[in-house]
């Protein structure tokens, strides 16, 4: 059964020593005009997950323990930052859709530049980092600057959301495959192809990221191409973190319902007949993980 109304979950309790990474000291002195000590700089590019700290792979962890600087984007939990020694300097290079606060040559250039002077750098992105984040971006600058980088991976936001909803990506008897879009193009004129989106939803689920503030036009569109009103969709709305919230609706009343909601993301669509497949989980047991283990 579909739960239509907005359910939050007041689940996740993180460490409480939150926000002090926000204050941490500044990386202005860091970096040093050349690298005497000739020690060879690195980079980690690695993925944060969707939000719970607890879904940091160990390496992912490891790298926070290791690094010298951590550049982090605005889609990374403060849970994730709790988990920065202190000593390790931070630097938000965030970039909130439509609210750039850097450009990505910059964060490009400030990031080669870290690991030219010799230090370890983690650039630590949401989610995973193969999954919309513009990581070829950042290793075509580390590769002209002849450093050498790794990538981690992270859970991507459809999967922790699907574990922490309930709804699978996938169900043998509705959709058989899944499909990620983004509603969001480097050319904001550019439209997402409708007409395969609109196809693509009688077998498979279509998760759309980047999308909240295009959920009317997106649903509209989908509508005149075919695709039934009552069709199922549920938004997930900070996924895996302590302020979770979903809305479950069908195309038609999909948008209205969000609005209601006042929902400011970050967000999924799911779309797709699994959204009537969703599974009762328990987000409670999370809890009581995050206690036996002590975080
Ligand atoms: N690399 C990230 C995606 C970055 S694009 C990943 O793999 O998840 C940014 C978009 O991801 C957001 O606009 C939103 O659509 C989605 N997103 C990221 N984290 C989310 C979360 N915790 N809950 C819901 N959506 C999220």
């Not at 962890?61 to 988990?83: P, Y």
């Not at 395969?196 to 191409?225: C, D, F, H, P, W």
């Amino acid at each position: 059964m579909i739960n239509s109304t907005a359910i939050k979950f007041p689940f996740l309790i993180f460490r409480k020593r939150l926000n002090r990474k926000a204050a941490q000291t500044p990386t202005g002195n860091l970096l040093h005009a050349d690298n005497t000590a000739g020690k060879p700089g690195q980079v980690f590019i690695v993925g944060a997950g969707p939000g719970d700290a607890e879904l940091l792979t160990i390496k992912a962890w490891k790298c926070l323990q290791q690094a010298d600087v951590v550049l982090f984007d605005w889609l990374v939990d403060k849970s994730v930052l709790a988990e920065i020694p202190r000593h390790v300097k931070t630097e938000f290079v965030g970039k909130r859709s439509g609210q750039h606060s850097m450009v990505q040559q910059d964060i490009c250039t400030r990031m080669v530049a870290l690991a030219s002077s010799g230090l370890k750098v983690v650039r630590l992105k949401g989610g995973d980092p193969a999954v919309f984040a513009r990581t070829t971006e950042e290793t075509a600058a580390l590769q002209q600057a002849n450093i050498p980088f790794a990538i981690v991976p992270g859970i991507t936001a459809a999967s922790g959301a699907s574990a922490y909803t309930g709804i699978p990506l996938t169900e043998r008897n509705c959709a058989q495959s899944v499909t990620l879009a983004t509603a969001h193009f480097k050319d904001p004129e550019k439209m997402p192809d409708w007409h395969s989106l609109a196809k693509a939803t009688k077998t498979q689920t279509v998760v759309i990221y980047m999308g909240l503030s295009r959920l009317k036009e997106i649903a509209e569109n989908l509508s005149s191409r075919g695709v039934a009103e009552d069709f199922p969709v549920a938004v997930v709305e900070n996924a895996c973190c302590s302020n979770q919230q979903v809305i479950a609706g069908n195309l038609a009343d999909i948008a209205d319902k969000v609005q209601g909601a006042k929902l400011t993301g970050p967000a999924l669509l799911i779309f797709g007949e699994v959204v009537k497949s969703r599974q009762q989980v328990s987000l409670q047991l999370l809890q009581q993980v995050t206690h036996v283990t002590g975080f």
